[in-house]
């Protein structure tokens, strides 16, 4: 492992430790436009996203949107969604798109056994753009 990290550091890849919860969900540390949140790292989600409850504490521009969220056992929600907002993992930065919507199914089920609530979640569109390297063992995302 330790010649992974030798290699994507090269590659200018930044590291970025997560933490596992007792849900098995990847919990990671995250800014948005300079404002720190817990967010899932979800490979499964499309989206990077926030809560509604979230909107005033990353201080976003929420606009209406015609999209319907799915996902977790909820479909058919409406969302909003606010560009280019400025998120940094670690140190790695990039601006990005939020899709706004209701979370509080997913913190409730969170809250039931335990784990910390989130105000959002960090999808595929991040993993993408940073050419994401998930290192489940170690705990570490790295992103270019």
Not at 38 to 54: H, P, Q, R, V, W
Not at 112 to 137: E, M, N, T, V
Request: with cysteine.
């Amino acid at each position: 492992m330790e010649k992974l990290q030798e290699i994507l550091k090269e590659e200018k890849y930044k590291k970025i430790k997560f933490k596992i919860t007792k849900t098995q969900h990847l919990l990671i540390k995250a800014k948005i436009n300079g404002v720190k949140g817990n967010f899932i790292l979800d490979t499964g989600a499309s989206n990077s996203c926030i809560g509604f409850e979230s909107i005033e504490l990353f201080q976003v521009d929420a606009q209406d949107s015609k999209t319907k969220a799915s996902g977790a056992g909820a479909t058919g929600m409406l969302t909003q969604i606010s560009a280019k907002n400025k998120l940094q993992l670690g140190t790695w930065k990039t601006k990005v798109d939020l899709v706004i919507f209701d979370l509080s199914h997913v913190n409730d089920a969170l809250i039931q056994y335990k784990s910390k609530s989130i105000h959002g979640i960090i999808g595929a569109d991040i993993l993408l753009k940073g050419k994401g390297i998930i290192d489940y063992y170690n705990h570490y995302l790295y992103l270019q």
